[in-house]
């Protein structure tokens, strides 16, 4: 009865972390701009990941398996913000038009290696 229990939850995080995969593919697509493209991927992918990962937790069943999964959810999602920022960050450094789609402060530094203006003496 238990393992019955065990599988049923696998299947439902399994196919809950598979369904949002599917709505971010669809969300990439529809979406003209890419930064609206990145933050529909780059939400959905942590969530997704989750599930997913839980799902492969309640299938395995054995203990010696959760710690593997807890470091692949914590590297991704220490290293997926970094990633979405950066390709952010080249689109506004790249991208002369940028201006039309969203307001840019002006009080941004220029440049990795610039200075803050708005540090505090």
């Known amino acids: 009865m238990s393992e019955t229990i065990r599988l049923i939850f696998a299947v439902l995080f399994l196919g809950a972390g598979l369904l ?3 709505f971010a593919i669809l969300g990439v697509f529809k979406f003209r701009y ?6 529909c991927a780059a939400v ?11 799902g492969l937790a309640f299938a395995a ?4 398996f ?6 692949i959810l914590i590297v991704q999602w220490i290293g997926s913000p970094i990633a979405s920022h ?11 038009t940028i201006g039309e789609h969203m307001e840019i402060r002006s009080d941004r530094p220029e440049g990795p290696s610039a200075e803050r203006t708005d540090k505090e003496d």
């Open 20 to 22: 949002s995969i599917g």
């Open 34 to 39: 890419v930064m609206n493209r990145m933050h």
């Open 44 to 54: 959905i992918d942590a969530l997704s990941l989750a599930l997913i990962l839980i």
């Open 61 to 64: 069943g054995d203990a010696a």
């Open 66 to 71: 959760f710690p593997k999964l807890a470091l």
């Open 86 to 96: 950066m390709v952010g960050r080249l689109e506004v450094d790249t991208d002369e």
